[in-house]
């Protein structure tokens, strides 16, 4: 049974990978717009499986390259000074498992200064002093002290939830030693996400069942999140409303389509998103978040400040009663587009939107990543989106004008993908090495017009 469910598993993700995901097999890689006098000028970071991580300018040149860090999956980040901080050494995603990664920073010659052994982060983490690991003026993470919080995996049984053993989701904050401090599992909290009883019956039979990135281990990867971080300095809290209060954690789970905000204090779910998209007008209006990454509370003294972002990627996912395209009821949403979804969250209103017919295409499928990606609010009021599945990376304006672009070059070795899982936009003084680069424009070629060169012909 759990060889079938497996191999279902597998055919799904084939058949997204093959059929939804279709681009030109011919197109240019680096920068391919820029435009300085509307797009926020700094550099850019982002981590590559297996190439470690890359620092480009707005050019898409690449200033520098760390080895050390950023060489498994996951994010990457940026803190002052031209250090980064992220994955390094093996692939497992068990909490103190021997055969799972180390969360580590390194320092701009690629040393590792600061090293938390067998941290099993997948998807996520933080350093104290930034609540989301982006820029935000005054929020500067700590790189010499702090605590950090990690997104990581623990193997559990939960009856209740599913008679096979589940890959279950852990959040857990070490002290600057690398003591655990705070801790909350996800399952122990399933009562308070307002699932179904069609949902719960599909979960039962049929959680995702999955073999993880640590050797040996398998487990239901039922809610698989994707995103912890903090709340953050905000309005809200400043207004008195407690659920928003700077230390609780936002999370989103890309199986169930949902996001919530963890009370620090209780660890209970103070406020919630999903999976029920139709109970209220508000919440249809909204829609379904399907598969969605990086939810998270833009932070303060940024536009938008207070409001969620998230980048819902659409594709498959979700629990609930079976319909002509999930036969079991596992993965019962589906949708062939993305978007970037920026909501308020007290008035549970949508704010601001971006999808491929805002930004003037005909085809919604045009703006598609049905799995990573991310969105960064960034302080001229621009968007970054990093459209991983395909290694796009772009910056738009609030009128969905793009302003910068940049597609990755680099594939793997051994498969023909140039997948990017998050990216993040820092302002030059952040890197103190290097000179502040030219600003030059790059103005694409009509795309009409434009002719690969035939190189075999002499002249």
Known sequence: MRKNLAILTLLLICASASSLLAYPSVFPHGTTIYNPEKAYNGYTLFSVDNFGAFLIDMRGNVVRQWKNVGNVDHPVKMLPGGHIMGATGKEGRIIGHEDSNDLAIADWNDNIVWRLPNAGMHHDFEREGNPVGYYAPGLEPDVNKGKTMILS????????????????????????SGQIIWQWLASDHIEEMGFSIEARNTMYRYPNYVMSRTPGMVGGDWIHLNTASWVGPNKWYDQGDERFHPDNIIYDGRQTNTTGIIDHRTGKIVWHLGPDFESTKELREIGCTVGLHHAHVIPKGLPGEGNILIFDNGG??????????????MNNARRDYSRIVEIDPVNMKVVWEYDANKAGYRDMSKFFSDYVSSAQRLPNGNTLICEGSVGRLFEVSPTYETVWEYISPYYQPKENYNMVYRTYRVPYDYVPQLKKPKEEAIIPPDNAKLRVKDLTTKK
């Open 153 to 176: 995996n623990k193997i559990v049984k939960k009856p209740k939830i599913s008679d096979k053993p589940l890959l279950d989701d852990i959040i857990y904050i070490v002290d600057e």
């Open 316 to 329: 498959f996912a979700g629990f609930g009663a079976p319909n002509p395209t999930a036969p079991y009821g």
